[in-house]
Nanobody, 112 residues
Framework: QVHLVESGGGLVQAGGSLRLSCAASGSISSISTMGWYRQAPGKERELVAVITNGGYKNYEESPRGRFTISRDNAKNMLYLQMNSLKPEDTAVYFC??????WGQGTQVTVSS
């Protein structure tokens, strides 16, 4: 089973940018779809974006146009570039792949 470890979170002012990374413990080349979820305090975990091996990307409405998901199968990495961050983007962000356990996530805090 592949294990996923997120990094890159932090504290940023509104309008700023962060790049999240997700390192997989094994090959992701056979994993068709991967994605990012987030969970804000007191709220349920929600999907942010997904990407397939063929490069198809889909975003939830809130981050669309501001976030970019990408993957590097050669490095077994998944990324989330987040621009124009808003306070409502504050959450713990989790990397996801089918059949894998949730990792610790990485905290993103956006101050107003």
């Amino acid at each position: 089973q592949v294990h996923l470890v997120e990094s890159g979170g932090g504290l940023v002012q509104a309008g700023g940018s962060l790049r999240l990374s997700c390192a997989a413990s094994g090959s992701i080349s056979s994993i068709s779809t991967m994605g990012w979820y987030r969970q804000a305090p007191g709220k349920e975990r929600e999907l942010v974006a997904v990407i397939t091996n063929g490069g198809y990307k889909n975003y939830e409405e809130s981050p669309r146009g501001r976030f970019t998901i990408s993957r590097d199968n050669a490095k077994n990495m998944l990324y989330l570039q987040m621009n124009s961050l808003k306070p409502e983007d504050t959450a713990v962000y989790f990397c996801w792949a089918p059949g894998t356990a949730w990792g610790q996530g990485t905290q993103v805090t956006v101050s107003s």
